[in-house]
């Protein structure tokens, strides 16, 4: 790579980190209610539920790029808490499908309202091309996240 390619990997670094920072921050300055009525986990899960239907724990951890075991856990306090249920899985008698409760189909719909309200108000000296913009390469960044699988270290 050259300089000005080492630059601006470097000022991308910098900018995911700031990112990444300001979001928790902007998460823990906000009420508990409405936006933070699920945490990160669950609402993460429950996005993914609402948009694929009923799934299985491995293809909801291949989706999430997370252990299988981590989503089974996370998935088990869901159920407890009355977020999602689970069933047999008629293509496969030995798995379950984990579906999203209507009480957890509720909760993420109102956590999702919120925080498009806080977007829209951090955002809103932006025009809707710079938003539209913004919104397809941060498609393309979570596309290419996800489809990076690093190598187990030696």
């Known amino acids: 790579m050259n300089d000005s390619s080492d630059e601006v990997l470097g000022a991308i670094e910098t900018e995911i980190a700031l990112l990444m920072r300001m979001g928790e921050a902007t998460r823990r300055a906000t009420p508990v209610e409405p936006h933070r009525a699920l945490d990160r986990a669950a609402y993460v899960i429950l996005r993914q539920l609402d948009e694929?239907?009923?799934?299985n724990v491995s293809t909801l951890a291949a989706r999430l790029n997370l252990d299988?075991?981590?989503?089974?856990?996370?998935v088990t306090?869901?159920?407890?808490?009355?977020?999602?249920?689970?069933?047999p899985d008629p293509a496969d008698g030995r798995g379950t499908l984990i579906s999203p409760t209507a009480h957890g189909l509720h909760c993420v719909s109102v956590v999702r309202a919120a925080r498009r309200e806080i977007y829209g108000k951090i955002l809103a000296d932006w025009n809707a091309a710079d938003r539209a913009t913004l919104a397809t390469l941060m498609h393309r960044l979570n596309v290419s996240l996800s489809a990076h699988k690093p190598t187990a270290r030696n």
Do not use: E, H, K, N
């Open 68 to 74: 299988g075991s981590t989503i089974t856990r996370q």
């Open 77 to 87: 306090a869901m159920q407890r808490d009355g977020l999602v249920t689970r069933a």
């Open 52 to 55: 694929a239907g009923p799934t």
